[in-house]
């Protein structure tokens, strides 16, 4: 064994580099505050497909943001989340889980606390969507609407007879829908 050690030592130093590099890549992909399913995707080619992968992650994967390149909107929808983000949870009465439940909230979908926020859990689909409709029957300013489907049922022509009435009201509407599964 030492023998081999002794004739290959700038094999296995440089693979030792190597491996420390691929880990700290890992480390550093890992610690971004980006999308999950990015950070999985570099892990795997790093994983798979070892030196390409790292030539391609030092070139693409790296998220380097140049300051001339964000827009005056993504400087202030920035600024707008920082400001919102500073909401110290530690000082609020939640549960340990709770807090970790937040944190995850934020680093999965960036989605951000509002101490005054309410939540309602629905059991059944009846229930969430008499309550979707009267909340917006209620809407005074705006109604974002983002649906997987869309469909021309009760339900799909109840919604949109009072998005119709909302918008004639004045009140702005924009709906997100996959036209895809909405077909049929």
């Known amino acids: 064994m030492p023998e081999f050690i002794y004739s290959h030592w700038f094999f296995l130093i440089c693979c030792a580099i190597y491996a420390a590099t691929i880990l700290s890549i890992i480390y550093v992909i890992l610690k971004e505050n980006r999308n999950p399913v990015r950070s999985l995707a570099w892990i795997t080619v790093l994983f798979f497909l070892p030196v390409v992968g790292l030539v391609f992650y030092l070139f693409f994967g790296r998220s ?26 530690a000082k609020l009465p939640l549960t340990p889980e709770s807090r970790q439940q937040i944190r995850l909230g934020h680093t999965l979908a960036r989605a951000v606390y509002f101490p005054d926020n309410d939540i309602d859990i629905f059991t059944n689909g009846k229930d969430f969507f008499d309550a979707y409709k009267a909340d917006l029957s209620n809407a005074s300013k705006c109604i974002d609407i983002q649906f997987y489907i869309f469909n021309d049922d009760r339900i799909g022509t109840e919604i949109r007879d009072i998005l119709i009435r909302k918008a004639s009201e004045g009140v702005k509407v924009r709906v997100i829908y996959d036209h895809v599964g909405s077909f049929g």
């Open 64 to 89: 380097i943001k140049n300051k001339a390149l964000i827009s005056k909107r993504l400087k202030k929808r920035f600024a707008h989340n920082r400001a919102i983000r500073q909401v110290d949870i």
